[in-house]
């Protein structure tokens, strides 16, 4: 973070602070997996492991489905050094750190977007995890924690006990050594100048309680770096808050300077890995234009011409690409142009997005893939918003309210093309709407209410046909505190991230001899992620079941493991 002078505010020496032990979402648990078999080996650097992915290839002739099933061998090497405990000191240049584990590294997260609603909000929850700070609310005494955080507060089925024949389940995030959250050193930029415990309180998330013994904390991180601001992208009533921006209209000059940012985050902090992530708001959609962003060599060319279509969200992610770190968009627009995927192929620089999935989306990828598969077909899917935070206002805007129309739309595409007897398939050749194929109607609106603050309301129906004509209408109405449902997701993508840069495989099948890294589009986040970024020419998977079976598959994968079955196969037999 840049140098500050004194907010002005000191904090309060807390009677709370750790009198009760760390939340288990918040606990250090050492790394006890230890498989016994010839399919994984442990060292001391490295989980080396086999792995058999098995599928199968159905063509149709005269009607005849035949099946045959595949196999292909893989080897997976996870790298066992994660990030070394570390926070950010009164001065924001210099990181003390406490060298607790050998394998430890170090890792920051960067944030663009770090004085919004969702950066003070983790930053804030990071420190308060951190000090095991403790406060009042109405109901009683409250202690941090990381729930809502798929890693850090979901489990998964490792096995059984042969004793007792019950399940073994433990928490997501142990699977392999992962970051742990309290020890990401953090810092980004903000088009908005104000110090972080005051843009805490400018956000008005968290209790007054909390705040207050924060103060301090936050006020040690300083002031966000200076941001970029080209006002065509975000919504006009944006401009109030621009008073901290990198100078000028040179898009070179400001790559540059974000390059510059993150290597000298880096080396003041003796970093071994910076993930850079847009918490920003959501732009307009960038246009494809051929010759300016189509191509890694044309983007790079454009962003030397200053192209009005090259936009702050791009520009940060081939920042990152070309300093090798990896990028992820937590917003809806198109930062990934095809120019910035080629780059980062080119790169091998890792890229993830878009958008966060936190409330309504998350609901709707769950309850429409459930009508789906129950034989019921929804006719119509109709999404209601009202908030009034930051994020609502911006939204307001036309061009910016598009861009999330389109991450929120595409959520059931996947689940409706699945079942063609339902839903009658696309016309060969055609365009449009029927390119696709039949789909249900659906709409999403999203309307800023400021007195209702970071508490989202949203309101779903689904209409639907039913057996012989019939018709279902259910309703569904879901409140939500917005920015305390993202930030966990923030804290997932980043660690995820990070562990996926310490995995390579290699294709036993094929003879390869070298391990490679993973491809540089991380499909594997999908979970988290409304519109998921996907390898060029493979489909996008937006059921939630698919993609937590994807992610717990593979990281049992890296243990050699096979993946999850519910098919329990010894209750089922004699």
């Given at each position: 973070?840049?140098?500050?002078?004194?907010?002005?505010?000191?904090?309060?020496?807390?009677?709370?602070?750790?009198?009760?032990?760390?939340?288990?979402?918040?606990?250090r648990?050492?790394?006890?997996?230890?498989?016994?078999?010839e399919?994984?080996?442990?060292?001391?650097?490295?989980?080396?492991s086999?792995?058999?992915?098995?599928?199968?290839?159905v063509?149709?002739?005269?009607?005849?489905?035949?099946?045959?099933p595949?196999?292909?061998?893989?080897?997976?090497?996870?790298?066992?050094?994660?990030?070394?405990?570390?926070?950010?000191?009164?001065?924001?240049?210099?990181?003390?750190?406490?060298?607790?584990d050998?394998?430890?590294?170090?890792?920051?997260?960067?944030?663009?977007?770090?004085?919004?609603?969702?950066?003070?909000?983790?930053?804030?929850?990071?420190?308060?995890n951190?000090?095991?700070?403790?406060?009042?609310?109405?109901?009683?005494?409250?202690?941090?924690?990381?729930?809502?955080?798929?890693?850090?507060a979901?489990?998964?089925?490792?096995?059984?006990?042969?004793?007792t024949?019950k399940?073994?389940?433990?928490?997501?995030?142990?699977?392999?050594?992962?970051?742990?959250?309290?020890?990401?050193v953090?810092?980004?930029?903000?088009?908005?100048?104000?110090?972080l415990?005051?843009?805490m309180?400018r956000?008005?998330?968290?209790p007054?309680d909390?705040?207050?013994?924060?103060?301090?904390?936050?006020?040690?991180?300083?002031?966000?770096?200076?941001?970029?601001y080209?006002?065509?992208?975000?919504?006009?009533?944006?401009?109030?808050?621009?008073?901290?921006?990198?100078?000028?209209?040179?898009?070179?000059?400001?790559?540059?300077?974000?390059?510059?940012?993150?290597?000298?985050?880096?080396?003041?902090?003796?970093?071994?890995?910076?993930?850079?992530f847009?918490?920003?708001?959501?732009?307009r959609?960038?246009?494809?234009i051929?010759?300016?962003?189509?191509?890694?060599?044309?983007l790079?060319?454009?962003?030397?011409?200053?192209?009005?279509e090259?936009?702050?969200?791009?520009?940060?992610?081939?920042?990152?690409?070309?300093?090798?770190?990896?990028?992820?968009?937590?917003?809806?627009?198109?930062?990934?142009?095809?120019?910035?995927?080629?780059?980062?192929?080119?790169?091998?620089?890792?890229?993830?997005?878009?958008?966060?999935?936190?409330?309504?989306?998350?609901?709707?990828?769950?309850?429409?893939?459930?009508?789906?598969?129950?034989?019921?077909?929804?006719?119509?899917i109709?999404?209601y918003?009202?908030?009034?935070?930051?994020?609502?206002?911006?939204?307001?805007?036309?061009?910016?309210?598009?861009?999330?129309?389109?991450?929120?739309?595409?959520?059931?595409?996947?689940m409706?093309?699945?079942?063609?007897?339902?839903?009658?398939?696309?016309?060969?050749?055609?365009?449009?709407?029927?390119?696709?194929?039949?789909?249900?109607?659906?709409?999403?609106?999203?309307?800023?209410?400021?007195?209702v603050?970071?508490?989202?309301?949203a309101?779903?129906e689904?209409?639907?046909?039913?057996?012989?004509?019939?018709?279902?209408?259910?309703?569904?109405?879901?409140?939500?505190?917005?920015?305390?449902?993202?930030?966990?997701?923030?804290?997932?993508?980043?660690i995820?991230?990070?562990?996926?840069?310490?995995?390579?495989?290699?294709?036993?099948?094929?003879?390869?001899?070298?391990?490679?890294s993973?491809?540089?589009?991380?499909?594997?986040?999908?979970?988290?992620?409304?519109a998921?970024?996907?390898?060029?020419?493979?489909?996008?998977?937006?059921?939630?079941?698919?993609?937590?079976?994807?992610?717990?598959?593979?990281?049992?994968?890296?243990?050699?493991?096979?993946?999850?079955?519910?098919?329990?196969?010894?209750?089922?037999i004699?």
């Amino acid at each position: 973070m840049a140098p500050t002078t004194s907010s002005g505010y000191t904090t309060p020496d807390s009677e709370l602070e750790s009198i009760l032990p760390p939340h288990p979402t918040a606990a250090r648990r050492p790394h006890q997996i230890v498989v016994e078999s010839e399919n994984a080996t442990f060292s001391d650097d490295y989980i080396t492991s086999k792995y058999t992915d098995r599928g199968a290839d159905v063509v149709v002739v005269n009607g005849q489905y035949i099946v045959k099933p595949t196999a292909r061998s893989y080897e997976f090497q996870t790298q066992r050094k994660v990030s070394k405990t570390g926070y950010a000191s009164p001065h924001p240049n210099i990181c003390h750190r406490i060298y607790t584990d050998a394998l430890r590294s170090s890792s920051r997260l960067m944030m663009i977007g770090i004085g919004g609603n969702n950066g003070t909000t983790l930053a804030a929850t990071v420190l308060a995890n951190r000090h095991n700070i403790v406060w009042h609310t109405k109901s009683g005494i409250q202690q941090p924690n990381y729930i809502g955080s798929v890693l850090r507060a979901s489990t998964i089925r490792l096995g059984v006990d042969p004793i007792t024949g019950k399940d073994v389940n433990i928490p997501l995030g142990d699977v392999l050594p992962m970051v742990h959250p309290n020890d990401l050193v953090l810092g980004g930029w903000d088009i908005s100048g104000l110090p972080l415990d005051k843009a805490m309180a400018r956000a008005e998330v968290l209790p007054w309680d909390l705040q207050r013994q924060l103060i301090g904390h936050m006020g040690n991180l300083g002031k966000p770096l200076p941001s970029i601001y080209y006002p065509d992208f975000i919504a006009a009533n944006q401009e109030a808050r621009a008073d901290n921006l990198i100078l000028g209209n040179d898009k070179q000059v400001h790559l540059e300077k974000l390059r510059a940012d993150i290597r000298e985050f880096r080396s003041a902090n003796d970093l071994d890995r910076v993930i850079v992530f847009w918490t920003a708001n959501t732009e307009r959609y960038s246009d494809i234009i051929p010759g300016v962003n189509d191509t890694a060599n044309n983007l790079l060319n454009a962003i030397k011409n200053s192209h009005s279509e090259v936009s702050p969200s791009t520009l940060f992610a081939v920042a990152a690409i070309l300093e090798g770190e990896p990028f992820i968009n937590g917003a809806p627009q198109n930062t990934f142009v095809p120019g910035v995927i080629e780059l980062a192929g080119r790169k091998r620089a890792f890229i993830g997005g878009d958008d966060l999935k936190s409330g309504q989306t998350k609901l709707k990828s769950v309850f429409a893939e459930f009508l789906v598969n129950a034989g019921i077909k929804p006719l119509a899917i109709s999404s209601y918003n009202h908030l009034g935070n930051n994020d609502g206002r911006n939204l307001s805007a036309e061009a910016q309210f598009k861009s999330k129309e389109i991450s929120k739309s595409s959520v059931v595409d996947d689940m409706v093309d699945a079942n063609r007897l339902l839903y009658k398939p696309p016309v060969p050749g055609a365009k449009g709407k029927d390119a696709k194929g039949e789909h249900p109607d659906h709409i999403v609106v999203i309307k800023y209410v400021p007195a209702v603050g970071d508490s989202k309301r949203a309101i779903d129906e689904y209409y639907s046909e039913i057996f012989c004509g019939g018709r279902s209408t259910i309703n569904i109405f879901n409140e939500c505190e917005d920015s305390l449902l993202a930030t966990p997701l923030i804290l997932d993508l980043t660690i995820l991230a990070e562990l996926l840069t310490r995995v390579k495989y290699r294709d036993a099948t094929a003879g390869e001899i070298e391990f490679s890294s993973l491809h540089p589009v991380l499909s594997l986040l999908s979970y988290m992620l409304k519109a998921p970024l996907v390898k060029p020419g493979t489909d996008v998977v937006n059921s939630l079941g698919r993609q937590r079976n994807a992610l717990e598959t593979f990281l049992k994968a890296c243990l050699g493991l096979e993946g999850s079955t519910d098919l329990l196969l010894k209750s089922r037999i004699w």
